[in-house]
């Protein structure tokens, strides 16, 4: 069966990577020729309104999906008018822009951060005043990693935050006083089944993940309503494939930060971590194929290579360290590869981590 990809990045690349075990073939599109995903599979390298060349993406496939939550609606909607696309398309529009996005989870009582949307300076200092300090200001579209956002202290910042984010369409929203961050990643098939990974802890700096840790120490009360939140908003979007949602957890209970519809990097861990990973079980639920289970082995952790990639003997010298490179060139803040460790203590994973991040350290001017 062949299998198309819309985004040709590392988390298409790994898809492909989790499929070929099982007879798969792929197809990639993206606009950049210099793909991850090109260098192990087929790439279509065109930008996402050529119609042509979404069609010659398109004909031949048994499904398609996506890698990458900013692929335009239009172009998915394309495709799906030749091929089943899973995740559904409208699945996009609830991930592109953080308002829709915020409306979705408190149209399904899920919490998330007070917020209000603005569209220019005047009608940000009037929410600010209305919510209070400290805030965050994010772009409503095109954010990721910490871009297109902005932190403000105080009144005074207004101006320069505003200026910061491109003076575009946003929300301003309450800094959440979480006492950690978390993740969860569901996979739900197309007969509305589900299956739910170990919550995941995530430690960000500037804005981008540098190591989660798996399982997360968290009671079954915290693992049960980080489900209820992914189940919920996987059935409102009638989804089929790995759904993450990020996570707040707070003294008052866990608040939703973002949705992901896609394989997320905190599920990385999964690939050594995990009965079965969820690149495998995305591509399972896309075929409607049966899910596999979810279970952690051991326990797991994996830590971002971002700006450089240190020597990968040194990496791999660290006990339980296994190596994923995802074959792009090196740029400052880029995420260029993983490493997972496992190991049957929580506290042996935490020593490998500190073992990577002093390799990184002192090879890596990105430091994490
Ligand atoms: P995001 O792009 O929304 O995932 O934000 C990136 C990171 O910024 C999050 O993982 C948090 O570390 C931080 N952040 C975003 N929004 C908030 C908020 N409302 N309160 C506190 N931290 C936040």
Redesign the pocket.
Known sequence: MKVGILGGGQLGRMLALAGYPLGLTFRFFDPNPLSPAGQIGELIAAPYDDEDSLRTFASGLDVATFEFESVPRAAADLVASMVPVRPPPAALSAAQDRLAERELLERLGIPV?PHVPVSSESELSAAAARLGYPL?L?ARTL????KG?ARIEAASELRAAWAAIGQRPAIV????N?TR?LSVIGVRAGDGSMVTYPVIE?H?SE?I?RFSFAPAEASSAVQQAAEAIVRKVADALDYEGVLAI?L?DTASGLVA??IAPRVHNSGHWTMEGAETSQFENHLRAVLGMPLGATQAIGFSAMVNLIGSVPDVSRLLAVSGAHVHLYGKSASHRRKLGHVNVRAETAPAVRDSVAELRRVMAETNPDKS
Do not use: S, W
């Open positions: 951060a965050v994010k954010g990721y990693d910490g956002q929203e309450r800094v959440v979480f961050e995530n960000h804005g993940l990020e707040f930060n973002e």
